[in-house]
């Protein structure tokens, strides 16, 4: 008897209780929010879509652009300036965008700077974040989501200093209107990592999906 009823139990928690906080890959952390917040209707629109690699294993958004686009099905356009899309008509957005920053030329073999897009400043990062969270605010539809990806940076591999990324964007898009409402941890066990002499900060091998939601 007490092993059918564990047996129940646990029947009922893996139903109630199938998704969890921490991920190893995007698409399983794209299905969770899917489930959760998007009513398993997927992404409405990506900003900063590139090549589409990030969707591997997922359904595409309907709507795609990039600053720079690579493929004929993704449309030119800033994501601080989405001009063609009307006021309160996305129902969600999934936002990756470059989150290096470097004063300098990439030395000691930078790979991570030289395979991606980098501003100069953590200002000039915030900036264009917050000029993005501002033209998000805009289009998506009242109770609509807004799931951006974002990871810390210390400069260098581990070294001082240390630049909370993700709690600077949650300021902003609260500032802006949004509130948060969950946030979601991706951790890559591959992580490229170049040796540094002197280590001050612990090496950021994981990045934050902050999941918010328009109210108003």
């Known amino acids: 008897m007490k092993m059918e009823q564990q047996k129940l139990s646990n029947e009922k928690q893996e139903k109630f209780m199938r998704f969890i906080s921490v991920y190893e890959n995007d698409k399983d952390i794209f299905n969770a929010i899917n ?10 629109l990506d900003p900063t879509f590139s090549k589409g690699v990030f969707y591997k294993g997922f359904p595409e958004p309907e709507l795609k652009s990039d600053l720079n686009p690579q493929r004929e099905d993704v449309k030119e356009s800033d994501c601080r300036n989405l001009d063609w899309i009307k006021n309160n008509s996305i129902r969600s957005i999934l936002f990756d965008p470059p989150f290096l920053f470097r004063n300098r030329k990439a030395v000691n073999n930078d790979v991570i700077c030289g395979r991606f897009s980098y501003f100069k400043t953590f200002e000039d990062l915030l900036e264009m974040y917050g000029n993005s969270l501002k033209e998000f605010f805009r289009i998506i539809e009242i109770r609509g989501f807004l799931v951006f990806k974002c990871q810390d940076m210390t400069d260098g591999s581990g070294s001082r200093p240390f630049f909370d990324t993700h709690c600077e964007v949650i300021k902003m898009a609260k500032d802006i209107g949004f509130s948060l409402q969950d946030i979601g941890i991706l951790v890559k066990k591959n ?3 170049r040796k540094a002499k002197v280590q001050g900060c612990l090496r950021k091998v994981h990045s934050y999906y902050l999941v918010f939601r ?3």
Request: avoid cysteine; charged fraction near 40%; charge should be positive.
């Open 35 to 44: 489930k959760i917040f998007l009513n398993e209707k997927g992404f409405h």
């Open 191 to 193: 992580k490229i990592i």
């Open 214 to 216: 328009r109210e108003a």
